[in-house]
C-alpha cells in the first residue's frame, strides 16, 4: 500500500511524513479494499471502526482512538427528505469519521506532533483525536472563527494560533510552518486518510436504509465529505451494491463558489475568485487544493455544483430548527441549496442532506 502522486504518478511509502509529493502534486491512496459486503461488517463495535476491513488501518491503534464517532441515525424530516445526523458526533461534527482514522495511522508509523489548518470543526476534531492519544497538536484558525471552537479546541490542550485574512491564507500559513519543522501535516484536504474515514457515512447509509437514497446532497468547500461519499459510491458500484450513481448535488456558498463557476464555464480547474464574506464558514474554500480532482469527479458522474443563497441560509437554519434539528450556518447551507433546487423542481424526492456540525458551534 502506497501514497501516489497524483500529478507525476510518484509512489511513496504510506509511513512517509512528506504532505505531497516533491513535484507538488497531492497524494492519491494506493488502497483497493474488499467488496463491500455487510458479513464483514464487525457488529459488535459500536464506532466506525465496525468497516474496518475496508479501511487501510495497520494494527489495532483505532481501538486506543476511537471515541465513539459514527453510527449517527437518519431521521425523516419530511416527505421529501432524510437527514443524516452527523452533528452528533464526539466533537459534534461529521469530521471526526476521518480525523479517527487519520490519527490512528499517525499513531501507527510512531508520529507525536501535529499540525493542521482548519474552519474550526477539522481542527477540533483533529485536536480531540490527538489529546486521546497523547500525540502534540497546533491548530492554525482563520480570523473570524466563531468563538465556540476556538474554545472547544482549547479545551483539548492544543495550542491554537489565530491568522489574520482569509480561510486559504491561513492554510498557507501553516503549511509554510509544516515546511520548516517537518512536522506531520494532518490535514483533512492533504491526506487522502481522512477520506478513508469521511467514507464511512456512505457505509452506514447504506447498512441503515439497505439502500441508497436517489439524490444525495453535499456541503462542498475543500470537499472532505464529498471525495469520501464519492469513494464509497464507487465501491459500493464495484461490489455490485448499487449499479450507477445516485443524482449527487454539491453545495457552495454563493459568495465562495470556485468549483460552481468552473462548472459553469466548462472548465477542468477551479474558476479564480475573491472570496467574500459568508455564514458558511466552513466551505469558504477560495482555492481548494484538491479541486481539479473534484471537477473529474463531477464531470465523470454528472454531477450538480450549485450554490446556497446567502440569504437564504439564516431562513434554512430556522426551518430545520422548528422541527428541533439545531445546526450551524454552514450545515443550514446544504439545506438553503436544497430549498433552491426543490424550488426549481417540484418532484424532487427521496433526498438525503447531512447534518454536519451543531448549532452550539457557531
Not at 474515514?197 to 453535499?218: A, D, W
Amino acid at each position: 500500500m502506497n501514497f501516489i502522486c497524483s500529478k507525476c504518478g510518484l509512489k511513496e511509502e504510506i509511513s512517509t511524513r512528506k504532505p505531497k509529493c516533491q513535484c507538488g502534486g497531492l497524494w492519491k491512496l494506493d488502497f483497493k479494499p474488499p467488496k463491500f459486503d455487510l458479513s464483514l461488517i464487525d457488529g459488535s463495535e459500536w464506532s466506525i471502526f465496525r468497516y474496518r476491513k475496508f479501511m487501510p488501518l495497520e494494527g489495532e491503534y483505532w481501538r486506543d482512538i476511537s471515541l465513539g464517532e459514527g453510527r449517527t441515525p437518519i431521521i425523516r424530516f419530511d416527505e421529501d427528505v432524510l437527514l443524516k445526523m452527523d452533528y452528533l458526533m464526539p466533537t459534534l461534527s461529521f469530521k471526526d469519521r476521518g480525523a479517527a482514522v487519520l490519527i490512528a495511522h499517525c499513531k501507527s508509523i510512531g508520529v507525536d506532533s501535529v499540525l493542521q489548518d482548519s474552519s474550526g470543526n477539522a481542527g477540533n476534531s483533529i485536536a480531540a483525536y490527538s489529546a486521546k492519544v497523547g500525540i502534540d497538536c497546533e491548530i492554525f484558525l482563520p480570523e473570524g472563527t466563531s468563538p465556540k471552537k476556538i474554545n472547544m479546541i482549547k479545551s483539548h490542550n492544543t495550542k491554537v494560533s489565530v491568522v489574520p485574512g482569509s480561510r486559504d491564507n491561513c492554510a498557507n500559513v501553516c503549511r509554510e510552518k509544516v515546511d520548516k519543522e517537518g512536522k506531520y501535516y494532518a490535514n483533512h484536504v492533504y491526506n487522502p486518510i481522512f477520506y478513508e474515514g469521511t467514507k464511512t457515512y456512505i457505509y452506514e447509509v447504506y447498512e441503515q436504509l439497505r439502500r441508497i437514497p436517489e439524490n444525495i446532497f453535499i456541503p462542498l468547500g475543500n470537499g472532505t465529505l464529498f471525495i469520501g461519499i464519492i469513494k464509497g459510491l464507487e465501491e459500493f458500484i464495484e461490489s455490485g451494491i448499487i449499479k450507477n450513481m445516485p443524482q449527487i448535488t454539491a453545495v457552495q456558498s454563493e459568495n465562495c463558489a470556485p468549483l460552481a463557476k468552473a462548472i459553469i464555464s466548462g472548465d477542468n480547474k477551479p474558476a479564480k475568485i475573491k472570496p467574500k464574506p459568508t455564514m458558511a464558514e466552513g466551505i469558504a474554500i477560495g482555492e481548494p487544493k484538491r479541486g481539479e480532482e473534484i471537477l473529474e469527479y463531477a464531470y465523470k458522474y454528472a454531477i450538480k455544483i450549485i450554490t446556497a443563497p446567502e440569504n437564504r441560509i439564516l431562513e434554512a437554519r430556522e426551518a430545520l430548527a422548528e422541527k428541533g434539528i439545531y445546526v450551524e450556518h454552514t450545515t443550514a447551507a446544504t439545506y438553503a441549496g436544497y430549498l433552491q433546487q426543490k424550488d426549481i423542481n417540484r418532484n424532487i424526492s427521496d433526498c438525503l442532506i447531512p447534518m454536519c456540525g451543531a448549532g452550539l458551534k457557531s
